[in-house]
């Protein structure tokens, strides 16, 4: 059974470009959360979704920032005309099942914008 | 503010000695959850503690929950150079939708 997959692991990006990042949860799981780690920081919730639901978006920055998590194929983060505050390792994890339910992580995305 | 904040930031060790780090949250929980970051790496999980617990035990692994004090702590027993990583704590937001992790403490156990 694999674990998360995401891609792309590095990923290097211009300012005014745009980023996408991809994540697979792990088979049967079907709720996906991203998260992204600044440097020497902790991670920050971002996102939950399930299958083709936003369920909470409280952690999203308000513009340029947007997820999606498809009936079919993997979650997609999107970032939009990238920043250099943008720069950070963003992380997806998946569960079985929802709230208090282990969450597994995958090896995260390093963006870095020039 | 901020659920989950371990204690120390930094701890040096040497290879066969054991590394305790301490987590303090403000909310009630009900569970809490410890992972491991080896540098440039993802998360791993390491264990989870349900609030009607008060210790449990995984490997080398043994973990503490004081729910009156709003803390726990994580100890590493005889502990060895591929322990060397970040240790964060872990728990829910009140919607129950995301965790909410500590900065972390970054263990270095030198051989």
């Known amino acids: 059974n694999a674990g998360v997959m995401q891609n792309p692991r590095h990923l290097v990006r211009r300012r005014g470009q745009e980023a996408r990042l991809r994540c697979s949860p792990m088979k049967g799981h079907s709720h996906v959360y991203w998260y992204r780690q600044l440097p020497e920081e902790g991670l920050k919730f971002m996102v939950y979704l399930q299958k083709e639901n936003i369920i909470d978006e409280s952690g999203m920055p308000k513009e340029r920032f947007s997820a999606e998590f498809p009936k079919e194929g993997p979650s997609i983060l999107r970032i939009q005309q990238v920043v250099r505050g943008d720069s950070a390792a963003y992380f997806c994890a998946s569960s079985q099942g929802a709230g208090a339910d282990t969450q597994y992580f995958g090896p995260g995305t390093r963006l870095t914008v020039l | 503010s901020q659920q989950g904040e371990e204690d120390p930031q930094a701890l040096s060790i040497q290879e066969g000695e054991n590394a305790t780090m301490n987590c303090s949250y403000k909310?009630?929980?009900?569970?809490l959850q410890w992972y491991r970051q080896n540098s440039g790496r993802g998360l791993v999980h390491l264990i989870l503690?349900?609030?009607?617990?008060r210790e449990k035990h995984s490997g080398r692994l043994r973990v503490t929950l004081d729910t009156s004090k709003k803390s726990s702590s994580l100890l590493i027993t005889a502990s060895r150079a591929a322990d060397t990583a970040s240790y964060f704590c872990?728990?829910?937001?009140?919607?129950?939708?995301?965790?909410?992790f500590g900065k972390g403490t970054t263990l270095s156990v030198s051989s």
């Open positions: 872990a728990t829910l937001n009140q919607a129950g939708t995301a965790l909410i």
């Open positions: 909310t009630s929980i009900n569970n």
């Open positions: 503690i349900r609030s009607n617990e």
